[in-house]
């Protein structure tokens, strides 16, 4: 276990429809980091919050959205779901602001869009 | 344009065959480059960073060494549980905080 939770594990849901995945980053950790992880695609970077705030984009869709809440636990929202949303989600969290160390990753979010 | 790529894209070593996995990069100002083992249906798991060429890394039956084109992660008599996909990742001056990955190198390693 990373200590790094991410629910739910597997989610089913149809094109056009809005899901929720869920993040809860180490304990003490204050940056939490999303990625997508599809076949064709690998690990892209999508979005990094630090204490509440984000403080780097990556190659995140407008249908995508994310925030992080004073408990330090973070949300991704992805809405208006099409096929190829269809990846694994992960996230990811460091104690720092910065990433020169490294993050640890949880064990992902499978989405499928049917 | 920036790259990371990493070769080769699967390798299959009988147990106790030692081999190298390679991971090039073209980025501009590197700050880092991070080495992570991945399961099948789990997360990366962090293994290495290493930050200027000549930097080497040991950690049990893995290696990582970097150049300033290319890092190489060597394994030294390997066991099945080495099996995994090993994914490299850079962090450059222009990525701010987020990280370039590799695509990865499946490896099979069988008993």
């Known amino acids: 276990d990373s200590g790094v939770t991410q629910t739910p594990k597997h989610l089913i849901t149809a094109t056009g429809q809005r899901v929720t995945l869920r993040c809860s980053p180490r304990s003490g950790d204050l940056s939490v980091y999303w990625y997508q992880?599809?076949?064709?695609?690998?690990?892209?970077?999508?979005?990094?919050?630090?204490?509440?705030?984000?403080?780097?984009?990556?190659?995140?869709?407008?249908r995508?959205?994310?925030?992080?809440?004073?408990?330090?636990?973070?949300?991704?929202?992805?809405?208006s779901l099409e096929l190829g949303d269809s990846a694994l989600y992960f996230c990811a969290s460091s104690p720092w602001e910065t990433a020169n160390y490294g993050y640890t990753f949880g064990s992902g979010t499978r989405l499928t869009v049917v | 344009e920036d790259q990371v790529t990493q070769s080769p894209e699967a390798l299959r070593l009988q147990e106790g065959e030692s081999s190298s996995l390679n991971c090039s990069y073209t980025?501009?100002?590197?700050?880092?480059?991070?080495?992570?083992?991945?399961?099948?249906?789990?997360?990366?798991?962090?293994l290495?960073?290493?930050?200027?060429?000549?930097?080497?890394?040991?950690?049990?039956?893995?290696?990582?060494?970097?150049?300033?084109?290319?890092?190489?992660?060597?394994?030294?008599?390997?066991?099945?549980?080495?099996?995994?996909?090993?994914?490299?990742?850079?962090?450059?001056?222009?990525?701010?905080q987020n990280f370039v990955f590799g695509p990865g190198t499946r490896l099979s390693v069988l008993p």
């Open chain 1, 37 to 62: 992880q599809s076949l064709d695609q690998g690990l892209q970077f999508l979005i990094q919050y630090y204490n509440g705030e984000e403080r780097a984009k990556g190659n995140i869709l407008e």
């Open chain 1, 64 to 79: 995508f959205s994310a925030q992080q809440f004073p408990d330090l636990h973070s949300e991704l929202n992805l809405s």
């Open chain 2, 27 to 46: 980025v501009s100002g590197l700050r880092g480059l991070f080495w992570y083992r991945q399961d099948p249906g789990k997360g990366p798991e962090f």
């Open chain 2, 48 to 96: 290495f960073t290493l930050y200027s060429a000549g930097e080497e890394k040991e950690k049990e039956r893995l290696k990582a060494t970097l150049t300033k084109k290319e890092s190489f992660l060597h394994i030294t008599a390997p066991k099945p549980e080495d099996s995994a996909t090993y994914l490299c990742a850079v962090q450059a001056r222009n990525y701010g």
